[in-house]
């Protein structure tokens, strides 16, 4: 894959030789080999950028650092407590959704009754902060295969220090068909962050969540169109 790095202002902007490539690496599966290893290079890249501090800043991150998941990560923005904006996204996330995703809160492509869960993981990532892990699955329909796929999402600091961005990727198992594509939540790991140390969590750090069935959805696309602000995303995907 060939790539550019160019400046706009002080944001790094991507520009690929190939839209295909996005593509290609969109639809790597998320039980595959290549993506487990993918995936696990993804998050050593997030902790060696921490460079002995307990979270990255967002300009610390170069795109070209998790290469082989461009075309599935994303960076969301925190607009409210449990509710994270999408900025900027990969081509996957858009393929699973149908159309374009950025500005939407990243609850959407959960089904409702997963997302007060993904609101309760969204708070521990920026407040305590943490790392999450979601193990995900899309029950079949007509025109659109079961699926399967991780979540991963690690916090980021702002330009002002405070953790209110993160970076994530997001790899289904399966053809994605017509869409919308949206999952439940089978498994989540937290692991909350030591202060600047780069150690692993213990176990007994790690919680678990089996997602409930039936919790009463929030009405978070709603809100993030009312909470909609006019900053320019710091990672921009141009296709040529």
Known sequence: MTSDLTDEGTRPTLCTASGKI??????????????KAALAAFEAYWHKM??????PRRSDIDPRGIEPLLGNAFI????APGLARIRIAGSHLTNLMGMEVRGM?????LEPSSRDALSHHLVRL????ATLRLSLTAPGRSGAPALSGTLLMMPLRSDL????R????????????????RFDISDAVVRPLGPGSDAAPTHRAIKRY?????????????????????????LRLIKT
């Open 105 to 109: 809160p990243i609850s959407a492509f």
């Open 22 to 35: 996005l593509n290609a690496l969109g639809r790597m599966h998320g039980d595959a080999p290549a993506t």
């Open 76 to 79: 969301v923005e925190r607009i």
């Open 126 to 129: 920026f407040d305590e902060p």
């Open 50 to 55: 921490r460079n002995g501090a307990q979270v």
């Open 210 to 234: 089996i997602a409930p069935e039936n919790v009463a959805f929030r009405a978070q696309a709603r809100t993030a169109d009312a909470l909609g602000g006019s900053e320019r995303p710091y």
């Open 161 to 164: 220090g405070d953790v209110s």
């Open 166 to 181: 993160a970076i994530g990727c997001l790899v289904s198992e399966g053809n994605i068909g017509r869409g919308p594509r």
